[in-house]
């Protein structure tokens, strides 16, 4: 299958823009600066979770700026440096354009806008740009303040289910990654390392049980987290429905 991302450079030679073929925006690498954006009075919000990732809004549009960073124990000597071995085979380039497939396949993930590649000798730094998903919220955030229904327990699990059937591979599926908007809708993010799989039920049960230890180890810093194992059996069954029907 061709790529579907382009790669092009930006005018001032500050690195290789990724964006999707039919992109209208004209993306300048102050994009990818938050302190542009800060001068510019656009940043709206943040989320703070292991890394920093910025919101800001230009044209009318809210947008999602999240850098690379390096996890585990190489992130303590380099945090957000990635050895080069060509734009093609970056993580950034990769999850861009495992974003656009998955968005012609019609499912749930937050639009691609852009990304940039900076190269330095050996190593590189990268940034993504996202649209950002209105009225949404990831799921510890809502289960902090409130116990949520069957039905979007049920949503959760038949959601899951269908990237599975499109042998979609979530990298990190944790209650951090799985966001609800005010209608209800369920959408999963961030598929850095993410990458289609042929569908076996090894690597589904293995992305489901990650999924369960997230529940668990939140429940277990957040007692009061409204989650109980009856609502983890409620999403297994609806997974369950959704995958016995095909896509």
């Not at 990724?18 to 943040?46: C, K």
């Amino acid at each position: 299958m061709p790529y579907l991302a382009t790669i092009s450079n930006f005018s001032d030679n500050s690195g290789y823009l990724i964006a999707p073929p039919d992109s209208q925006l004209t993306i300048t690498s102050e994009w990818f600066d938050v302190e542009y954006w800060n001068q510019q009075d656009a940043i709206i919000g943040q989320s703070t979770g292991r890394n920093i990732t910025y919101f800001f809004e230009t044209g009318q549009q809210k947008y999602v700026l999240r850098h690379y960073y390096r996890g585990g124990l190489v992130g303590k000597f380099a945090k957000d440096g990635y050895f080069y071995f060509g734009v093609k085979k970056s993580r950034v380039f990769l999850e861009f354009e495992m974003l656009l497939q998955m968005q012609q396949l019609g499912l749930p993930i937050p639009t691609p806008i852009a990304a940039k590649l900076s190269r330095r000798l050996l190593h590189y730094r990268a940034d993504i740009i996202m649209q950002l998903i209105d009225n949404a919220t990831d799921l510890i955030g809502i289960l902090l303040k409130r116990p949520l229904k069957a039905d979007e327990w049920q949503n959760i699990g038949k959601t899951i289910a269908k990237f599975h059937q499109n042998g979609v591979y979530h990298a990190d599926l944790n209650i951090h990654n799985i966001m609800l908007d005010a209608d209800g809708k369920v959408w999963l993010i961030d598929f850095d390392r993410g990458e289609f799989k042929p569908k076996d039920k090894k690597w589904q049960q293995a992305n489901l049980k990650r999924l369960l230890r997230s529940f668990e180890k939140e429940k277990g810093k957040f007692p009061h987290l409204n989650w109980h194992m009856h609502n983890w059996h409620t999403v297994v069954h609806a997974y369950q429905s959704q995958m016995s029907k095909g896509k």
